[in-house]
């Protein structure tokens, strides 16, 4: 399994950098976990059966962010995570399959973290999940090495890191050592019901120092106490310089300063599974920024990602080949 803190030689670009870091190596930290995808149709029948077609596939909002980077162009993609020796090899083979360079540390004793995820098979492909976190959420400070930033023009923290004590602590020594080297980072929420337990103004306390924030809507408004995307999208950028909020089927909100500045459309699709695009959005637009491109066009580049994941199974893009 590969070490944490060996990465590539070079070093990192940008200034608050929204947008401006381009080339270099994108360094994902976050969660792998083990998806149990459970599709059914109609109401789950209590005390009895309920038909589904159930798949294992390998997932993890962090992991899923990666690969989809990885997918969408980015030729660089690191990913750390922390992971139980039940599954390390496999893991590591799906990542590597998907073109990310693997970072695992292997965790003695948790065992690899486990979603369920119950996707309605209706025309909304709505999921729910029960997550057991394991490993993943005994990622800390320990299993950081500033040396993971070399070569690396980004950042990027899964928001799943801040609803445990370890890995908050980890967050705190990443967002400082970026921040020493010039290193843009971002961060996605990525569960309303934990962050509505860890409350707002902790969270927003705790990303104190992140370029860019890409919320879910229901998240944004969680974090804001506005029910409109948009007064939501602008008031967060009162903190953040950059906020995307990702709004699914309505596309995406960008606002920078206290005011929304684009408004980019969904791309039509036909949904089978909702698990995971958020994250291909989240992927697909660092890609985009790391070759260059615009927030608003990479958020084009994240709507077509997340339009294209929602028609698959799972969260994560095709294997090459």
């Known amino acids: 399994?590969?070490?944490?803190?060996?990465?590539?030689?070079?070093?990192?670009?940008?200034?608050?950098?929204?947008?401006s870091a381009v080339g270099g190596g994108l360094l994902v930290v976050g969660d792998v976990i083990t998806d149990v995808v459970a599709r059914h149709r109609g109401p789950l029948a209590a005390g009895t059966d309920t038909a589904a077609s159930i798949r294992t596939v390998a997932g993890g909002a962090g992991a899923n962010v990666a690969c989809w980077a990885a997918h969408r162009g980015a030729a660089d993609v690191r990913l750390l995570g922390r992971v139980g020796a039940?599954?390390?090899?496999?893991?590591e083979r799906e990542l590597v399959a998907q073109g990310v360079r693997p970072q695992l540390?292997?965790?003695?004793?948790?065992p690899t973290g486990t979603v369920i995820c119950m996707v309605d098979g209706g025309a909304s492909a709505e999921?729910?999940?029960l997550t057991d976190s394991g490993?993943?959420?005994?990622?800390g400070p320990a299993d950081w090495s500033d040396a993971l930033l070399d070569g690396v023009a980004r950042l990027h923290l899964s928001g799943y890191l801040l609803f445990s004590e370890p890995t908050r602590d980890l967050v705190a020594v990443a967002l400082k050592a970026a921040r020493a080297r010039g290193v843009p980072v971002s961060l996605d929420p990525a569960s309303a019901g934990f962050l509505a337990e860890l409350g707002a103004e902790r969270f927003l306390s705790l990303v104190e120092g992140v370029d860019i924030l890409l919320p879910s809507r229901d998240e944004a408004g969680l974090l804001t106490g506005l029910?409109?995307?948009?007064?939501?999208?602008?008031?967060?950028?009162?903190?953040?310089?950059?906020?995307?909020v990702k709004q699914g089927h309505e596309?995406?909100?960008?606002?920078?300063?206290?005011?929304?500045?684009?408004?980019?459309p969904a791309v039509p699709a036909t949904a089978r599974d909702t698990t995971g695009a958020g994250d291909a959005f989240t992927g697909a637009f660092l890609a985009a920024l790391l070759a260059g491109a615009g927030p608003e066009d990479a958020a084009a580049e994240g709507c077509r990602a997340g339009?294209?994941?929602?028609?698959?199974v799972g969260g994560r893009p095709p294997t090459p080949g």
């Not at 490993?135 to 990622?139: F, I, M, T, V």
């Not at 596309?251 to 980019?264: D, E, I, N, Q, Y």
């Not at 339009?307 to 698959?312: D, T």
């Open 1 to 19: 399994m590969t070490a944490a803190g060996r990465a590539g030689p070079g070093g990192g670009t940008g200034s608050r950098g929204t947008g």
């Open 86 to 91: 039940n599954a390390a090899a496999w893991h």
């Open 105 to 110: 540390v292997v965790d003695p004793l948790a």
């Open 127 to 129: 999921r729910t999940f």
């Open 135 to 139: 490993a993943s959420q005994r990622l």
């Open 227 to 244: 029910g409109d995307a948009a007064e939501a999208a602008a008031e967060l950028s009162r903190r953040v310089p950059l906020v995307v």
């Open 251 to 264: 596309g995406a909100l960008l606002a920078r300063s206290g005011k929304v500045r684009a408004h980019v």
């Open 307 to 312: 339009a294209r994941a929602v028609e698959r």
